[in-house]
């Protein structure tokens, strides 16, 4: 003799498991995301290293062997150019030309100004960065030399520099690595609302809609354990979603060359465990959500107009945080959604977080569901609902 | 055995069922008659324990439906209104549920299951999806279903409607047997025919209230017309102006 929430949750699994339809579009998430993680933080470093690792061509390098020298010292690659650089450029053979004028020596020697052109393409956005960089290292050096002149003649170089920009990162390399990962945390919980949402509404919208729900309560179950187990069938494929998306990114993110900007991405075992205990809940909640508005509508589609606003939800709290970084106190824990993202954010920067947030964030998230259910349950005893 | 004692819902400002009476015994075939809307379905749905009635006692084998609705229901089999199924489910696994919800599991759920799909020719659809099936193959789930816990009292709204003569003949085939089995049979039509066929008792409902009772005989007698259809349409028309 198996518990009636027994029997309903396996009967839902089983009409789940069998709706392909509803389980491509929930299982489509997990995979889309972090192939998105993927290209988008591959996209990323290929512009921030290309502007390192370029070689520049320099025409008329043998006129400054001095500044040739000075660059290289600085780990820029050059080489000599000898051709038109106008054409190369339109033609997209390199992104740009330096060239240093004939009389070089002959104006450095008379203290004059000594032109340097930098060619290139101002339409093309992927030469910006090395363009960007080499003007930068040009008018570092006119500052050096400013300098020299200046002392020669008995002057303080301090004199010509009447304000300068100074700019202080203070973030570190570990801080641009997680503010990179806190797509992660994004995608998860939004997995959480995505992947059970197809059973969640049809084992309630699609119930009343087909007209097997009269059917279903006349069987000898008290109304919330018919609820229970079709919030816990729709919540394990909610469940199963979000780990999907965890495993996948994070495999995505390892994928991610980030060596290559000087980065550093490590991930342990115990921390996807931590990370799965932290999310779970949220399946919990979000289906819960998900079949209270279930149960108002009277179809498939009158539901789905309701949870397509319901999905905006759990991107907020996420959002909010990567735009205003709040000082994590720890009521922030209890908050659901909020909660599962700060504790995401801390188990992926290899922080500890004390286990009474773990427990502050599931059981929020956990109680509000059961909340919701019980709503639904009551909605369920209305007499309106078999009647339309 | 089904006891219905001054029953009255109303829904709104609309009186669905007024001070119903009628008692459906064991062994016996009652029949529900009357027109589109006279009430037949609210009726059901109480003693089915969806709807709870505003004054007025129901019970099913002396346990009340409304004090103590999930006894009650174990009593009974039904056949409701609205015969939605889940179109990925094969027929035995939308019998297998119900019999699971009502608490019946293992060997006894095999054999009667085994027994109906027998009894109501499904042997060649029975692990088909549902998808797909025709109207009397869907009504054969829902009877099945409805069934397999063996219960002492059988609701059944409108069984016959819109099915063809051979699965009209093996409901009726069906309905005989559970009365053979002394098993009290209540059910609603607006087929005149039908219940004067099939029924031991007839209570006719018109405008939510019970206009006449009895058998076949005593029902044209008392009308003083000479045949069911005729006292059934002067019956009616005294409560409906």
Request: glycine share 6%; charged share 20%.
């Amino acid at each position: 003799m198996s518990h009636p929430i027994i029997v309903v949750l396996r009967k839902e699994l089983l009409d789940g498991g069998r709706d392909r339809r509803a389980l491509m579009s929930a299982f489509l998430f997990p995979f889309f995301a972090p192939l998105f993680v993927y290209f988008m933080l591959t996209a990323i470093i290929n512009l921030q290293s290309d502007a390192q690792a370029v070689t520049i061509p320099i025409q008329g390098s043998q006129f400054a062997p001095d500044f040739v020298q000075w660059l290289e010292e600085r780990d820029v690659t050059t080489e000599v150019f000898d051709g038109d650089a106008r054409e190369v450029i339109l033609e997209k053979d390199r992104e740009l030309v330096v060239i240093i004028p004939e009389d070089y020596q002959q104006r450095m020697r008379d203290l004059k100004t000594i032109p340097i052109q930098v060619v290139s393409d101002g339409a093309r956005t992927d030469s910006q960065p090395t363009v960007a960089r080499i003007r930068r290292l040009i008018a570092e050096y006119n500052q050096e030399l400013s300098s020299l002149r200046l002392i020669a003649r008995g002057i303080d170089p301090e004199v010509s520099r009447t304000v300068i920009v100074q700019s202080i990162d203070v973030a570190s390399k570990e801080q641009i690595t997680a503010r990179a990962l806190n797509f992660i945390p994004l995608y998860v919980i939004l997995a959480a609302f995505v992947c059970g949402m197809g059973l969640a509404v049809d084992s309630t919208a699609g119930e009343r809609e087909r007209k097997s729900l009269e059917a279903l309560l006349i069987n000898p179950v008290q109304r919330y354990q018919v609820v229970m187990g079709k919030w816990f069938a729709s919540s394990f494929f909610a469940t199963i979603g979000m780990t999907l998306t965890l495993v996948l990114c994070i495999a995505a993110m390892l994928q991610v060359p980030l060596h290559e900007i000087g980065l550093d991405f490590h991930i342990q075992a115990h921390q996807i465990v931590l990370m799965f205990l932290a999310t779970m809940p949220l399946a919990f909640l979000a289906t819960s959500m998900q079949l209270l508005l279930g149960i108002f509508a009277k179809s498939f589609k009158d539901a789905q107009s309701y949870i397509g606003i319901l999905t905006i939800l759990p991107v907020v709290p996420s959002l909010y945080s990567m735009f205003n970084p709040l000082p994590l106190q720890n009521w922030m824990f209890g908050v659901p959604m909020l909660g599962q993202h700060l504790l995401l954010v801390e188990v992926l920067g290899a922080k500890t977080v004390p286990i009474a947030g773990y427990l502050a964030s599931g059981l929020s998230c956990f109680l509000l569901g059961m909340v919701f259910v019980l709503v639904t349950a009551r909605l369920v005893e209305r007499e309106s609902i078999i009647s339309g | 055995m089904i006891t219905v004692t001054g029953l009255r819902k109303t829904f709104g400002d609309i009186v669905a069922v007024n001070n119903v009476s009628f008692a459906a015994e064991n062994g016996r075939v009652t029949g529900l008659l009357g027109p589109n809307g006279a009430g037949k379905s609210t009726t059901l749905r109480v003693l089915y324990g969806l709807l709870k009635p505003d004054s007025g006692e129901a019970s099913v084998d002396g346990i009340d439906i409304v004090e103590n609705r999930i006894e009650a229901q174990q009593k009974i089999g039904v056949l409701p209104d609205s015969h939605g199924l889940y179109l990925r489910l094969t027929a035995r696994e939308h019998i297998f549920y119900f019999a699971r919800l009502q608490n019946i599991d293992g060997d006894r759920l095999e054999a009667n299951a085994d027994r109906l799909i027998r009894l109501l020719d499904m042997q060649g659809i029975a692990d088909r999806r549902v998808e797909g099936f025709s109207q009397g193959e869907r009504m054969k789930v829902c009877l099945a279903r409805a069934l397999i816990h063996d219960p002492p009292n059988v609701l059944l709204d409108e069984p016959t409607n819109g099915l063809d003569v051979m699965t009209t003949r093996k409901v009726r085939e069906m309905i005989q047997e559970l009365r053979k089995r002394d098993i009290n049979v209540l059910f609603s039509s607006h087929l005149m025919h039908e219940v004067a066929r099939l029924c031991d008792h007839i209570v006719i409902i018109s405008a939510g209230q019970v206009v006449a009772h009895g058998t076949t005989e005593q029902i044209s007698e008392a009308a003083g017309e000479d045949n069911l259809e005729e006292a059934f349409v002067k019956l009616v028309e005294k409560v409906v102006p």
